[in-house]
């Protein structure tokens, strides 16, 4: 093993050091009790998140927007969407924020827009400059270009009468592609950005944006694969050279931090993207250890879903830490608004809800890169039931369903109720719970979305009230983050790679060792790893009363977690 570097030689920067908190508007707090969440709703929560303790916000979409995909799908990027206020009550929440000493990043939704931005209406037009702004192809009605698949179900290609031709959306068809190869459409784009950074953001969360280089010709993807065409969008011929003049021309003039969303991509490609001058990404949301889980034609495998082994998701979280955590920089996330709920999918939301919620937390929150925060999993929040199609909102849950249901795969919504139950993106939008008030206390109206059932239990007034609350649990580890350097910057080691039941692993920065380890499982273990003296160990934080004091001496107990200093 090699020498862990003295904290001097670390390259530090603030959002390194940084806890992020994700916020999705439309589910956070409706400040007017029209029941939709709203940003006077996030102002007013200003003083939670600060108590809590994070450092950065990260809110999705504010935007203009139609909504067929939640604000996804934008109209016009510099205007705020009337449901969520105004341009000055956006200002307001920036003032609050930095008052409070965090900072605010923006959701940056630059591969598609909405058909109904004006971009789009022109384009359809010929209008002058905007003809190539998107992916036009001649072809017959009945006979899309090429065969790629949408993301959201069905073909990516949509027929546009107005224009007689058709128009490439990897997302829904109202979220028409922009076509990047037009130097216009990356000069608007970048005008865009700096517009938004002028006005005092601290950086962007990169939606979709290993998919804004398509190759010349489009060409068929392989028929088989579990996203037909993926293979030739996915980090297409020119996605460095567009990510590098995108930061060269605007994010390289001011003091931000950027995360891009990658969806299919291995460790390998991410790290490509982290190299110095390839990107400007500072770190990446790469999905692999979230596919521990997948049945076999991946998430939507209609059997073999659900099942996962310790062992692999810490052979795959160990790569990403050695591979990209140590060299580059990496983002820590389980869960998010497009994810089931992190303790419904990888704790025991019944009988070990609690300690399983903290386990989950411990490790977020102790893993080298920079910890993301998804609404409501401080409290525990779960996923809920649906019981039929309609009571779904997602327009990608919905998709899917149907394209399940017109290929003939299924008959019926029942026959993947259990697979929705498990991954629709619906159980992250379900409203935050701030109360056991009428509507969890998200708002004075009817709720755009119910609320789940559970709320009366689970809520933010019950979770400040009691000191053991698994909201404490998150303000301890993101205080004890604040407070060592060895918890952001140390180097990870991963003991009992075979162990079945604990995730166990060390940090070390300069002299500091911690150790974290994590019962992962329903039943007691112990814990037994030689080559580490823990006799003077001392536990900085538990999710249980009176934990081993020496681990090598005792039981840990379901779900226990405990993070020691050796
Ligand atoms: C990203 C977003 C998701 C959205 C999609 C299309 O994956 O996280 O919510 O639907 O991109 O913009
Ligand atoms: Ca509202």
Redesign the pocket.
């Known amino acids: 093993m090699s020498q862990p570097a003295p904290l001097e030689q670390v390259d530090k920067s603030w959002w390194k050091e940084a806890v992020v908190y994700q916020i999705y508007p439309r589910s956070f707090n409706d400040s007017n009790g029209d029941g939709v969440g709203d940003i006077p709703g996030i102002t007013e929560k200003v003083d939670y998140l600060d108590e809590l303790g994070v450092d950065v916000v990260w809110l999705?979409p504010v935007y203009d927007s139609p909504n067929a995909?939640?604000g996804?799908?934008i109209r016009d990027y510099r205007a705020i969407m009337d449901e969520f206020g105004t341009m000055a009550d956006w200002e307001e929440l920036l003032d609050a924020l930095h008052a409070r000493d965090m900072r605010l990043i923006m959701d940056l939704?630059v591969?598609?827009t909405s058909k109904e931005h004006e971009w789009f209406q022109r384009s359809r037009q010929r209008d002058g400059k905007y003809e190539d702004y998107y992916y036009w192809r001649d072809g017959s009605p009945d006979e899309p270009p090429n065969n790629w698949e949408s993301?959201?179900g069905g073909p990516a290609w949509s027929y546009d009468d107005d224009r007689e031709q058709w128009y490439l959306h990897l997302?829904?068809e109202n979220?028409p592609d922009l076509n990047w190869r037009n130097p216009d459409v990356r000069k608007d784009v970048k005008e865009m950005i700096t517009w938004w950074l002028e006005k005092g953001i601290d950086g962007f969360r990169m939606?979709?944006i290993n998919f804004i280089s398509k190759p010349e010709g489009l060409p068929d993807g392989d028929p088989d694969a579990q996203l037909v065409g993926h293979e030739h969008y996915a980090h297409g011929p020119h996605i460095h050279e567009y990510l590098q003049e995108v930061y060269d021309d605007t994010l390289a003039n001011y003091d931000t931090m950027t995360v891009g969303?990658m969806?299919g991509t291995s460790i390998e490609q991410t790290a490509e993207y982290l190299i110095e001058g390839n990107s400007g990404l500072d770190m990446i949301f790469q999905f692999n250890h979230l596919a521990v889980d997948d049945g076999p034609n991946g998430p939507w495998s209609l059997d073999g879903w659900g099942e996962w082994n310790l062992t692999d998701l810490k052979e795959i979280v160990t790569r990403a830490q050695d591979e990209l955590a140590a060299e580059f920089w990496e983002s820590l996330f389980l869960g998010?608004?497009?994810l089931p709920r992190i303790v419904s999918r990888f704790g025991d939301d019944e009988v070990y809800h609690e300690e399983s919620a903290k386990l989950i937390a411990t490790f977020l929150l102790t893993l080298r890169g920079t910890p993301y925060i998804y609404q409501g999993e401080e409290l525990g929040m779960t996923n809920v039931e649906f019981d039929t199609l309609d009571e779904l909102d997602d327009?990608?849950t919905i998709g899917k369903v149907k394209e399940l249901i017109e290929a003939g795969e299924i008959d019926s919504f029942e026959e993947v109720r259990d697979l929705v139950n498990y991954l629709s993106?619906d159980h992250a939008r379900t409203p935050m719970q701030w109360s056991n008030d009428f509507h969890a206390g998200f708002t004075e109206g009817e709720p755009w979305f119910d609320v789940n059932e559970n709320y009366r239990d689970i809520n933010v007034e019950a979770a400040l009230a009691d000191e053991n609350s698994i909201w404490r649990h998150y303000q301890s580890l993101i205080t004890l983050r604040h407070e060592m350097d060895t918890l952001v910057y140390g180097e990870y080691e991963l003991l009992l790679p075979d162990h079945e039941q604990l995730y166990a692993y060390t940090r070390t920065l300069g002299d500091e060792e911690v150790l974290v380890v994590l019962n992962w499982s329903d039943a007691p273990t112990t814990f037994d790893a030689a080559d580490i003296e823990t006799s003077e160990a001392e536990i900085l934080l538990s999710n249980y009363e009176e934990s081993p004091q020496n681990p090598h001496q005792q039981e840990f107990r379901p779900y226990e977690a405990v993070l020691y200093r050796l």
């Open positions: 999705c995909d939640n996804y799908d939704v591969n598609h993301i959201f997302f829904d979220q939606d979709a969303e969806g998010n608004h497009d327009v990608m993106r």
